[in-house]
Each structure stands twice: as structure tokens, then as C-alpha cells.
């Protein structure tokens, strides 16, 4: 499509993680088209592309979703390797979607994450069913500030705050030279076009410290 032949400064690859059912298909749709629809699950991880021009430059987003894959805790390291930032969702309607982020998510992205200065951002969705939440935002707060994140709660469903997700991971990420450099995956210019950055042996020296 012409799409994919779009001129950038820079490729991001961006992950979205957590429990089955916290509205992370949902997000990514909310943030790349203009339509909320009831998902029927998908089996395998899929990933979309949008560009967006933010802090000056013009930027190419690859956005992974597990797209069910969590269930079966079968995601790999291919998932999470060259991923400049990483959304972590749960849902605030269900304390396990929350309590789970530090008892497993946070931990595989220890193991697995390939540059280290990769941004977390913890996402609190369905913020819209306010009088069903377990999860207080205060608790969401402490959270990303034990676990170094940058925090938001929106929803997916009314699209609040939904874009603010993005655009502050982004703004982050362009705000960390680390994640910028040739020897990370934030590929210049037009090098991706086709398919997204994934088992690049270039990018996995970055954990080697
Ligand atoms: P995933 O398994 O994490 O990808 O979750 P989905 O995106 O498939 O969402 C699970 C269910 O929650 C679906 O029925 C969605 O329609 C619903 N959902 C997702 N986000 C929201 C939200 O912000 N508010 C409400 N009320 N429902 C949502």
C-alpha cells in the first residue's frame, strides 16, 4: 500500500502486554482506526502499523499485540526483542489483571527485553465502567513508580486518553538517545519497509551489559 512506502525518522516497535481480556486488541484498534468493536478473540501475535508525526519527526509505529498468545503464556523473546517501548495493560475493573503485572509481566520483560533503556508505560483500561473498579488509580501510581513507568488510565471503549497512551510513550521514547541509536532497532529512514524489525542479532548486543 502506499502507506508502507511513507518516508520516517524513525521506526519504533512498541508491545502491548498483560492478562487475556484487558481490552489490549481493543486499544491498539482505538488507536488505529476510528471504531470500537467487540472483539471476537484471534489466536496468534499480530502486530500494526501507523504513522504519526510527534516532537518534530515523523515516525513509524509497529504495534505488537499478543492477540491471545498470553493465554498459553507462550510468548518468546522475539516478541519482546527490539522493542523500544512497552505497554503494560490491565484491567481496573479485575485485580488479578493487576497484581499478575508484577508477578509475571514485569518479570518477563526482565528476562527478555533487549534495550535496556526500553519504556514502560502502565496502563490502567476500562476506566469507563467506574463504578465496577477494584483498582484505585492511586495504587496504579505507586505501581509505575516502584516499577519505573510512566502511568495513564484510559478507555479503550470511550477512546479517553487512549492517544495520550501513545503519544506519551512516544515522546518518552524520543526523549532516551539510547533508544535512537543505530545499535537499537529505532531503524533510520527507510530500512523497514515490509515487515517489522524482529530477531535482528544487531539488536540483542544491548542487554549484554
Ligand atoms: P485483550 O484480550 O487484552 O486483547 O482484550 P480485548 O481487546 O479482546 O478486550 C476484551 C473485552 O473487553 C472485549 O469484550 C472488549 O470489547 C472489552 N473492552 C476492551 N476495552 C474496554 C474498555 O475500555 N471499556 C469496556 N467497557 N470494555 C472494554
Same mark, same amino acid.
Given at each position: 500500500?502506499?502507506?508502507?512506502?511513507?518516508?520516517? %525518522?524513525?521506526?519504533?516497535?512498541?508491545?502491548?502486554?498483560?492478562?487475556?481480556? +484487558?481490552?489490549?486488541?481493543?486499544?491498539?484498534?482505538? #488507536?488505529?482506526?476510528?471504531?470500537?468493536?467487540?472483539?471476537? /478473540?484471534?489466536?496468534? +501475535?499480530? #502486530?500494526? *502499523?501507523?504513522?504519526?508525526?510527534?516532537? !518534530?519527526?515523523?515516525?513509524?509505529?509497529?504495534?505488537?499485540?499478543?492477540?491471545?498468545?498470553?493465554?498459553?503464556?507462550?510468548?518468546?523473546?522475539?516478541?519482546?526483542?527490539?522493542?523500544? !517501548? *512497552?505497554?503494560?495493560?490491565?484491567? +481496573?475493573?479485575?485485580?488479578?489483571? #493487576?497484581? @499478575?503485572?508484577?508477578?509475571?509481566?514485569?518479570?518477563?520483560?526482565?528476562?527478555?527485553?533487549? &534495550?535496556?533503556?526500553?519504556?514502560?508505560?502502565?496502563?490502567? @483500561?476500562?476506566? %469507563?465502567?467506574?463504578?465496577?473498579?477494584?483498582?484505585?488509580?492511586?495504587?496504579?501510581? %505507586?505501581?509505575?513508580?516502584?516499577?519505573?513507568?510512566? #502511568?495513564?488510565?484510559?478507555?479503550?471503549?470511550?477512546?479517553? &486518553?487512549? $492517544?495520550?497512551?501513545?503519544?506519551?510513550? +512516544?515522546?518518552?521514547?524520543? %526523549?532516551? /538517545?539510547?533508544?535512537?541509536?543505530? !545499535?537499537?532497532?529505532?531503524?533510520?529512514? @527507510? *530500512?523497514?519497509? $515490509?515487515? /517489522? /524489525?524482529? &530477531?535482528?542479532?544487531?539488536?540483542?548486543?544491548?542487554?549484554?551489559?
Amino acid at each position: 500500500s502506499s502507506t508502507s512506502q511513507q518516508e520516517f %525518522d524513525y521506526l519504533f516497535k512498541l508491545l502491548l502486554i498483560g492478562d487475556s481480556g +484487558v481490552g489490549k486488541s481493543t486499544l491498539l484498534l482505538s #488507536f488505529t482506526s476510528d471504531t470500537f468493536e467487540d472483539l471476537s /478473540p484471534t489466536i496468534g +501475535v499480530d #502486530f500494526k *502499523i501507523k504513522h504519526v508525526t510527534l516532537g !518534530g519527526k515523523k515516525l513509524k509505529l509497529a504495534i505488537w499485540d499478543t492477540a491471545g498468545q498470553e493465554r498459553f503464556r507462550t510468548l518468546t523473546s522475539s516478541y519482546y526483542r527490539g522493542a523500544q !517501548g *512497552i505497554i503494560m495493560v490491565y484491567d +481496573v475493573t479485575r485485580r488479578d489483571t #493487576f497484581t @499478575n503485572l508484577a508477578d509475571i509481566w514485569a518479570k518477563e520483560i526482565d528476562l527478555y527485553s533487549t &534495550n535496556q533503556d526500553c519504556i514502560k508505560l502502565l496502563v490502567g @483500561n476500562k476506566v %469507563d465502567k467506574e463504578s465496577e473498579r477494584v483498582v484505585s488509580k492511586k495504587e496504579g501510581i %505507586d505501581f509505575a513508580r516502584e516499577y519505573g513507568c510512566l #502511568f495513564l488510565e484510559c478507555s479503550a471503549k470511550t477512546r479517553v &486518553n487512549v $492517544e495520550q497512551c501513545f503519544e506519551e510513550l +512516544v515522546l518518552k521514547i524520543l %526523549d532516551t /538517545p539510547s533508544l535512537l541509536s543505530e !545499535g537499537s532497532s529505532g531503524v533510520k529512514k @527507510n *530500512i523497514f519497509k $515490509e515487515s /517489522p /524489525p524482529q &530477531n535482528d542479532a544487531s539488536t540483542t548486543g544491548c542487554c549484554s551489559s
